[in-house]
């Protein structure tokens, strides 16, 4: 619900406002707001993230009241809560939900059917101050509690629907927390509560949400007049119309990104909608032309040529992306082979490449027959030997594939039984292919297993893209690590190790500083926090005729090592040199572009806030075991724009390759430990032998 796309966008709105005045944001919610279970909540919360991430021009707050519900007449109602009042009083403009877990637990008395009324009740009143401007409902987040009293099946066959039908009568945006933290795991303290990494996925998303780039007004339907029906698509409008006789469906995003993007969906509608969920919280639109039982056939073409033709006349982007599932892969790699330049990206999931594979001939082609007969009906085939090769298969233009170059994105399990990946996809992958392995079990009797558990891998692709990712390799922001696994002592985290860095780099005031992240960790040096720190000696020994610090810390990408900077003691050490090390932890997340722009903006942080200190940037050492490991194609490439670049007269750019590697380009497993990423100490010995001459060097000049 957004009151000022009456007059303009919200991005403009943000671009415009008064840097004077803080766009306040309320986290208005339960237990997950307020930071149940999270280690230092009042640092580790997801809107004490999100105010970090968001800087200075908002403010956020938290009004998270634990174990609070929604029911306007229940004891623990947020409406009796002090928070409530204190959140209208604060007059934000910004006003995210967050309840349905404890609603969840007390499901079967009778209270859930005032859940969706007394919810949209709260929203309105929100929404209904003069400040507001837009409303954000957030779902629940999976539980694991498995003989507890939060039953998962509750929350996501009863309470999702219904905040999914307050997002939607509200016209409110809504942001599907639920898909992104249902891997488990470190996203959480225990089978319920969040932990600091879990939150930090909620902020991001919302970060992500509240900055892509939009236009306001905009709705292909309305401006093309064709008669529609409308419904609830997990929050979003649903308009069901039709073209030419045939049945077409369009989900739009509450507000329209910049340039129009929409993404055309193949087979299987309404099945794994997350991705098609988190593409719309990023303004992106969803396609579909029915063409069941066409096969990829010519008829099937010329649907897709009329839907395309609709969507680019009414609007929308000239170039789509597009997701297919299953044998719908077959329409939209025929239609695609020849149109390379109408497409951006294209996502396969389980796809059907090559029909003689299957169902054509070579696994279990008896019990396909039904199937091969109305596959070459629609091809217009009447007679065919079984033996004889479908020749409509995609798979026959794998030679205009090499040539097009489009990417790719492969989702498909080994453990699918009538799906051979040999024979069926693995000729597909191009050069600009990333391939992407699931072992999931498909259902019993169920012929194809869908999508990733976590999908924000997949709608990053589609983003990178599309042309609007949002890259927080650039974004400042601290970290939310606590775990014995990241090499620091009992009961220690992120902060803690942020907060001796600086008294040390205050109390010291060294000649050198190692930036970096576990890697530069484990040199040691004269912090407390850390167990066993592997090359402390080594590093100890090489530099001992240098003062320096250790300020490398466990999983930190550039962004934290660039909020360190500015909230530490780095400016009033003023070290005569900063040897940075980064990068290889944001490679799961962003692209090689990405990471060298984030590197870049790290080094110009450092020139900017202390001119008369030295750099060395190594950017990320080697990574991947294999030559061929993706990691190691992303180190690859982060280092060629590091080659290119134009640095500062007082940066020093080294990078370390070869040196680390066997003849056969693997990583020297002497030097490495089996993660391919961590070194061994005689790793740390090669790496001290390589930076001190160019240390000594460097630190001659002066």
């Given at each position: 619900?957004?009151?000022?796309?009456?007059?303009?966008?919200?991005?403009?709105?943000?671009?415009?406002?008064?840097?004077?005045?803080?766009?306040?944001?309320?986290?208005?919610?339960?237990?997950?707001?307020?930071?149940?279970?999270?280690?230092?909540?009042?640092?580790?919360?997801?809107?004490?993230?999100?105010?970090?991430?968001?800087?200075?021009?908002?403010?956020?707050?938290?009004?998270?009241?634990?174990?609070?519900?929604?029911?306007?007449?229940?004891?623990?109602?947020?409406?009796?809560?002090?928070?409530?009042?204190?959140?209208?009083?604060?007059?934000?403009?910004?006003?995210?939900?967050?309840?349905?877990?404890?609603?969840?637990?007390?499901?079967?008395?009778?209270?859930?059917?005032?859940?969706?009324?007394?919810?949209?009740?709260?929203?309105?009143?929100?929404?209904?101050?003069?400040?507001?401007?837009?409303?954000?409902?957030?779902?629940?987040?999976?539980?694991?509690?498995?003989?507890?009293?939060?039953?998962?099946?509750?929350?996501?066959?009863?309470?999702?629907?219904?905040?999914?039908?307050?997002?939607?009568?509200?016209?409110?945006?809504?942001?599907?927390?639920?898909?992104?933290?249902?891997?488990?795991?470190?996203?959480?303290?225990?089978?319920?509560?969040?932990?600091?990494?879990?939150?930090?996925?909620?902020?991001?998303?919302?970060?992500?949400?509240?900055?892509?780039?939009?236009?306001?007004?905009?709705?292909?339907?309305?401006?093309?007049?064709?008669?529609?029906?409308?419904?609830?698509?997990?929050?979003?409008?649903?308009?069901?119309?039709?073209?030419?006789?045939?049945?077409?469906?369009?989900?739009?995003?509450?507000?329209?990104?910049?340039?129009?993007?929409?993404?055309?969906?193949?087979?299987?509608?309404?099945?794994?909608?997350?991705?098609?969920?988190?593409?719309?919280?990023?303004?992106?639109?969803?396609?579909?032309?029915?063409t069941e039982g066409l096969f990829g056939n010519?008829?099937?073409?010329?649907?897709?040529?009329?839907?395309?033709?609709?969507?680019?006349?009414?609007?929308m982007d000239k170039k789509v992306s597009i997701?297919?599932?299953?044998?719908?892969?077959?329409?939209?790699?025929?239609?695609?082979?020849?149109?390379?330049?109408?497409?951006?990206?294209?996502?396969?999931?389980?796809?059907?490449?090559?029909?003689?594979?299957?169902?054509?001939?070579?696994?279990?082609?008896?019990?396909?027959?039904?199937?091969?007969?109305?596959?070459?009906?629609?091809?217009?085939?009447?007679?065919?030997?079984?033996?004889?090769?479908?020749?409509?298969?995609?798979?026959?233009?794998?030679?205009?594939?090499?040539?097009?170059?489009?990417?790719?994105?492969?989702?498909?399990?080994?453990?699918?039984?009538?799906?051979?990946?040999?024979?069926?996809?693995?000729?597909?992958?191009?050069?600009?292919?990333?391939?992407?392995?699931?072992?999931?079990?498909?259902?019993?009797?169920?012929?194809?297993?869908?999508?990733?558990?976590?999908?924000?891998?997949?709608?990053?692709?589609?983003?990178?893209?599309?042309?609007?990712?949002i890259n927080f390799a650039e974004i400042p922001?601290?970290?939310?690590?606590?775990?014995?696994?990241?090499?620091?002592?009992?009961?220690?985290?992120?902060?803690?190790?942020?907060?001796?860095?600086?008294?040390?780099?205050?109390?010291?005031?060294?000649?050198?500083?190692?930036?970096?992240?576990?890697?530069?960790?484990?040199?040691?040096?004269?912090?407390?926090?850390?167990?066993?720190?592997?090359?402390?000696?080594?590093?100890?020994?090489?530099?001992?005729?240098?003062?320096?610090?250790?300020?490398?810390?466990?999983?930190?990408?550039?962004?934290?090592?660039?909020?360190?900077?500015?909230?530490?003691?780095?400016?009033?050490?003023?070290?005569?040199?900063?040897?940075?090390?980064?990068?290889?932890?944001?490679?799961?997340?962003?692209?090689?572009?990405?990471?060298?722009?984030?590197?870049?903006?790290?080094?110009?942080?450092?020139?900017?806030?202390?001119?008369?200190?030295?750099?060395?940037?190594?950017?990320?050492?080697?990574?991947?075991?294999?030559?061929?490991?993706?990691?190691?194609?992303?180190?690859?490439?982060?280092?060629?724009?590091?080659?290119?670049?134009?640095?500062?007269?007082?940066?020093?750019?080294?990078?370390?390759?070869?040196?680390?590697?066997?003849?056969?380009?693997?990583?020297?497993?002497?030097?490495?430990?089996?993660?391919?990423?961590?070194?061994?100490?005689?790793?740390?010995?090669?790496?001290?032998?390589?930076?001190?001459?160019?240390?000594?060097?460097?630190?001659?000049?002066?």
């Amino acid at each position: 619900m957004n009151k000022f796309f009456i007059a303009l966008s919200i991005g403009l709105f943000f671009c415009t406002i008064s840097f004077a005045q803080q766009i306040r944001v309320a986290c208005i919610g339960n237990g997950l707001t307020y930071g149940t279970g999270i280690n230092k909540r009042e640092l580790n919360s997801y809107p004490a993230q999100l105010q970090r991430i968001l800087g200075d021009n908002y403010l956020v707050r938290n009004f998270g009241v634990e174990g609070s519900t929604i029911y306007k007449d229940d004891e623990k109602s947020f409406r009796k809560s002090a928070q409530y009042q204190a959140s209208l009083d604060f007059e934000p403009e910004i006003i995210i939900f967050s309840f349905g877990l404890e609603e969840a637990k007390i499901t079967g008395n009778g209270q859930e059917v005032n859940f969706v009324k007394d919810y949209k009740e709260m929203v309105f009143r929100y929404f209904n101050l003069p400040t507001a401007l837009r409303t954000i409902v957030l779902t629940p987040a999976p539980s694991f509690d498995t003989f507890g009293t939060l039953d998962n099946r509750v929350i996501k066959n009863t309470i999702m629907p219904a905040i999914e039908e307050v997002a939607f009568s509200t016209s409110s945006e809504i942001v599907n927390i639920y898909s992104l933290l249902s891997s488990g795991g470190a996203n959480y303290a225990d089978n319920i509560n969040l932990s600091a990494i879990g939150a930090n996925k909620i902020a991001r998303n919302i970060y992500e949400i509240l900055n892509y780039r939009s236009e306001h007004d905009f709705n292909i339907i309305y401006q093309t007049g064709l008669e529609n029906t409308k419904s609830n698509f997990h929050g979003y409008t649903q308009y069901d119309f039709e073209l030419f006789g045939w049945s077409c469906k369009l989900v739009s995003p509450r507000h329209t990104a910049l340039g129009r993007p929409w993404i055309w969906r193949s087979g299987h509608w309404g099945d794994y909608t997350d991705l098609d969920q988190q593409l719309l919280q990023r303004g992106i639109h969803v396609a579909y032309i029915d063409t069941e039982g066409l096969f990829g056939n010519s008829e099937a073409e010329d649907r897709w040529f009329r839907l395309y033709d609709f969507m680019t006349k009414g609007g929308m982007d000239k170039k789509v992306s597009i997701e297919s599932y299953g044998i719908g892969s077959l329409e939209a790699m025929n239609w695609s082979v020849n149109n390379k330049d109408k497409i951006k990206a294209i996502y396969l999931d389980e796809p059907l490449l090559d029909l003689n594979s299957w169902p054509g001939g070579t696994k279990k082609a008896s019990e396909e027959i039904d199937i091969r007969k109305k596959v070459l009906r629609a091809h217009g085939i009447k007679n065919s030997k079984k033996e004889e090769p479908f020749m409509f298969s995609p798979v026959n233009s794998l030679e205009k594939w090499n040539e097009n170059q489009i990417p790719f994105f492969v989702v498909y399990s080994k453990l699918n039984g009538k799906i051979v990946p040999e024979e069926n996809i693995k000729k597909f992958l191009s050069v600009n292919a990333v391939e992407k392995l699931t072992t999931e079990h498909p259902k019993e009797g169920v012929f194809e297993s869908f999508g990733l558990e976590d999908p924000s891998e997949l709608s990053g692709f589609i983003l990178d893209h599309t042309g609007y990712p949002i890259n927080f390799a650039e974004i400042p922001s601290a970290g939310f690590e606590f775990r014995s696994a990241a090499g620091w002592k009992s009961g220690a985290d992120w902060w803690d190790n942020h907060r001796e860095i600086s008294a040390r780099i205050k109390t010291t005031s060294p000649h050198i500083i190692f930036l970096g992240n576990s890697i530069t960790q484990g040199i040691g040096g004269g912090r407390t926090l850390l167990q066993n720190p592997v090359g402390g000696n080594v590093f100890q020994s090489a530099f001992s005729k240098y003062p320096w610090e250790n300020a490398g810390i466990s999983g930190d990408r550039i962004g934290q090592m660039m909020f360190r900077i500015t909230d530490g003691e780095f400016v009033k050490g003023n070290p005569r040199l900063i040897v940075i090390t980064a990068g290889v932890n944001d490679f799961p997340e962003e692209s090689a572009e990405n990471v060298f722009n984030g590197i870049q903006k790290l080094v110009a942080l450092v020139e900017r806030t202390m001119p008369d200190t030295k750099i060395l940037i190594l950017g990320p050492l080697p990574v991947g075991i294999e030559a061929n490991h993706p990691w190691r194609k992303k180190f690859e490439d982060v280092h060629a724009k590091m080659e290119k670049a134009t640095w500062g007269d007082f940066v020093t750019y080294r990078k370390f390759y070869s040196e680390f590697l066997t003849a056969d380009k693997k990583l020297n497993p002497t030097f490495y430990a089996k993660d391919g990423v961590h070194l061994t100490l005689e790793g740390y010995k090669r790496w001290a032998e390589l930076l001190q001459p160019e240390v000594n060097k460097i630190l001659s000049y002066r």
